[in-house]
């Protein structure tokens, strides 16, 4: 009987220990997704009924997505009805690098068959709208350029196309007539494109490099590509790029500002996966992340100010520039210099130039600093004087005898204020230059300017020069635009070009007392009002300045001054007189009228 229990119990246990060996189909479900998302590809396929089949396509799909890492993770197997069958559903989560991730839930049928159980494969199997013949592909959407604004809205810079122009010689056959084509179809948008000239870039060009012909508008590109576009060895990229509405539009200071902010003006690119059909064509989006364009960068430049500085200068022979400044806020307003300014660089924030009689704006800021005189102490103004062996005169030898300090400022009195400058230390002109802010060094993003320079005058005869603007005094027009800005609001403003940046200055110093600025107020409103061609202005504060140069037969005409928050600077190089720099503000003054 012992032997017959323990037979039976044996029996018994067999069936029990049979189930529990039986393959289930969350062991193939949890198998596969593992083997898909380490990349395994040939565990991934065995553990499917079509091992070939769902190789190459699991293949393609990661090969189009190319995934950093991929998560599968299975979150319920059900069987069916049929006990043969059962239905998987997990969750994919795709990292396709570059923050972009890509998550959804996919199902699959599982078939058991010859003991064990197999994925059955479809293209659904990776994702629920994959059909047969069908692949996947990413996409990249790049935003739009964010634009450049004035500090008004208007438009500075927008987003447009350049079309890049280029010749390769070794494919041109006949070179010559390939660049002759080129230069008539050109010539109309650039009239320095020469048959000749594109011949020596070709020649200059290291072989097998192209030759960039021309860069190109996308409205001008679209004038004249049915003159150029079959033309053989020439061919054409293009590039996002942000331009001026009107190219002729602040050539000085656009670019700078390009260079600082096109980077963030970039925005956040978007992305898609799509299916498509054997031929590439999209079937389906089946995810989309939207592009994110930037936030436009606002310049503290304004387009009506800059266009009448701009007119007011153009038509002058000779390099003529207008720099404006918000005293309040340092921010400038216009950069303005006509064409024959623009060959020379950027003179009106680089330039250095013997400032003439502007620089008695200086002068009599030290003078009335040291309290020795007022704006109406009387002071001699003879034709001439001479100051330790130098006889420095008047321009055209004016004599107005003794006058009151600040008349003898309005009339420009060279005689003056070399007698005012004689007396003073080696560092008092250089000290209030400095307060003025000419002589400070600043780091502006978007622009290389220059002050100017008031070294100190050992010398009696330097001091006295000096203190007329004709010594070793240099003076940019942004410079002096930066010393009215500070005797208009009383503090040296820290310049700017675009809003949200910071600039730096080199140094600091105290602020010129209100009592000395109100005197220097005084004269120039008296220099203006005393000028008949200024005569519409009864508000402006200015001052005009003929400054030497050379073997001193030609002479720079300048003309600073400010009207409530408007500072500005003008300068006509070689104009051998001021009265011309004066008219030129007058039109700059009466544009904004």
Partial sequence: MRVTRLVAALTLLLPLAACSSEP???DTANAFAAAFAKGDLDAAAKQTDSVDSAKKQMSAVRKAL???SVTAQVKDVAKTDNAATATATYRLTWDLGQNRTWSYDAHFELQSGDGAWRVHWTPTVIHPKLAQQQAIAVQGQQPELAPVLDRDGNLVLSPDRVVSVLLEKDKAGDVNAVAGALATALSGIDNTITQQSILDGVNKTPAGQPYQVVALRQTSYEAVKPAIYDLPGVRFTSAPRL???DKAFAPTVVPGIRKVVESDLTGKAGWRVITTDPTGAEVEELYAKAAQPATAATTTLSVGVQNAAQAAVNTEPTPSVIVAMQPSTGELLAVAQNASADAQGPIALMGRYPPGSTFKIVTATAALSAGKVTAATPVGCPATTVIDGREIPNAGRFDKGTIPLSTAFAVSCNT???????????????NAAKQLGLGVDFVLPGATTVTGSVPNASGVVERAEDGFGQGKVVA?????????STVATGKMPTPSLLRGATTKADSSARPVSP???????????????????????PELRGKTGT???????????????????????????DAGVSSKAVAAATRFLSALS
């Fill in 24 to 26: 289930q189909p969350e």
């Fill in 66 to 68: 190319e995934p950093k």
């Fill in 243 to 245: 331009l001026p509405p």
């Fill in 416 to 430: 003056t204020f070399a007698q005012l400058a004689s007396q003073m230390g080696p560092a008092d002109l250089t």
């Fill in 476 to 484: 940019s027009p942004f410079g002096m635009a930066l010393v009215v």
């Fill in 515 to 537: 009592q000395v600025l109100d005197g220097v107020r005084a004269m120039m409103l008296e220099m203006a009002r005393s000028t008949p061609a200024l005569a519409a202005f």
């Fill in 547 to 573: 400054a030497q140069f050379g073997d001193g037969t030609h002479a720079h005409g300048w003309f600073v001054g400010y009207q409530g928050d408007l500072a500005f600077a003008v300068l006509l190089t």
